[in-house]
């Protein structure tokens, strides 16, 4: 992934560990009364994926100005992408409690999968080749071709064992368990973590 230097405060530091996962945590307090939005412009979904090192600052620049360009098209992929994230945090929260994905969600992702492989190229580097994207700088889609591509990697990865949501039950955000002994619990021991200590211990002294 490519390096960039911005820091964006309305998006969580807590990380999922890859890429797909933390694209979910972009609805937050998920399960409460008020669940809140943080990808409420296309804007807003470029500055994501500058604070997710999908893209540099170059190439948000010149998608802020295509979408400027193309409003209508930038509000519709938004809506698009932010489909794909429900798709995927019902299907990877399926898996974390072994029931079975919607068939829709499955199809919705095959669906997105298919249109972001056509885009896909094979490009040189100073190492050798890697996979790039065809006209990222204009294509007001290229976000989600890179959570698509990433869904389905950890999907038919020997990582999706290790899909876990945090235990707190007002938040259940997905995660990678990337732990020595696969023993992470939450999202944020700083959060939800201390949160749930903090419950257990005034159970105790009630």
Known sequence: MVETTIESPIFDESSGNWLCLDFTHTLDDRYSDHPR??????????????????????????LRAEAEHWPAEAE????????????????????VEDAASEEADLALLNVALAEAMSHACVVPTVD???????????????IGWQVVRS?????????????????????????????????????????????EKARRHYKRKK
Not at 52 to 61: C, G, R, T
Not at 77 to 85: A, E, G, K, N, Y
Not at 129 to 141: I, M, Q, R
Not at 159 to 177: K, S, T
Request: glycine residues 4%; hydrophobic residues 45%; charged residues 25%.
């Open 37 to 62: 939005e943080l990808l409420k412009s296309y804007s807003d979904l470029l500055a994501w994926g500058q604070y997710a090192h999908v893209l540099m600052d170059e190439e948000a620049q010149q």
């Open 76 to 95: 519709a992929v938004l809506q698009r992408i932010i489909t794909l994230r429900e798709a995927l945090y019902r299907m990877f929260l399926a898996i």
């Open 128 to 142: 050798g080749f890697a996979w790039d994207w065809a006209n990222k700088g204009k294509a007001l889609d290229v």
């Open 151 to 195: 869904a389905a990697d950890l999907l038919t990865s020997e990582h999706l064992e290790d899909v876990q949501a945090c235990a707190a039950e007002d938040c259940r955000w997905l995660f990678l368990d990337t732990s020595k002994n696969h023993s992470r619990r939450w999202c944020d021991m700083k959060s939800c973590g201390n949160r």
